[in-house]
């Protein structure tokens, strides 16, 4: 008789070895995935604001962010395998919140502590700066300032943000935010 090991859950390492590095079409997906993300939730964000006030974008946020942490709740503790997030997680998620979820506490945190503009700049600059350095920096990123960050990368990040930020605040605030978003 063939004898089978009982089902156990997999360790942290075990599940590390299950995801793999992203290819860079793999990268590219995940980033279009954000900028999309990015564009759909400023949009929506601005309509709610516009037609209810900013308490019912914060109240949209904290659903949202529930939802959220529902999803990574049954992605790590009860092991549910969710196409879309295990396709476009990192390593260094597995086991652990979701960048989704991260994005919405941090956007929550901003409205609550700056400026509107201020945090929609900062919005732009992720969704979008950090889109194009990935793609950019992982396509032509040959000498690498530090870990897997590229010169070109990192000046893509810059110049993506600067611009993002002076559709929205003040140049020298805009200079500010790009260089800390770099």
């Not at 943000?161 to 605040?169: H, I, N, T, Y």
Request: charged residues 20%; glycine residues 6%; positive net charge.
């Amino acid at each position: 008789a063939h004898h089978h090991e009982p089902h156990r859950t997999r360790t942290r390492h075990e599940e590390d070895a299950v995801v793999k590095e992203l290819t860079y079409k793999e990268e590219l997906l995940r980033k279009a995935v954000h900028v999309a993300t990015g564009v759909v939730a400023l949009w929506i964000g601005i309509c709610l604001e516009r037609a209810y006030g900013m308490g019912a974008v914060k109240a949209a946020l904290l659903i949202a962010l529930l939802f959220s942490l529902f999803i990574d709740y049954f992605r790590n503790e009860l092991k549910w395998n969710l196409y879309l997030f295990r396709f476009l997680q990192r390593k260094r998620e597995v086991g652990h919140l979701h960048a989704v979820t991260h994005a919405l506490m941090g956007t929550l945190i901003a409205l609550q502590f700056f400026d509107r503009n201020v945090t929609l700049a900062a919005l732009a600059m992720f969704f979008f700066g950090d889109a194009a350095a990935a793609v950019v920096g992982r396509k032509f990123g040959k000498t690498k300032l530090w870990g897997k960050k590229s010169v070109i990368g990192s000046a893509t990040m810059f110049i993506v943000s600067l611009v993002a930020g002076l559709l929205l605040v003040p140049a020298p605030v805009a200079v500010a935010m790009a260089l800390a978003a770099t």
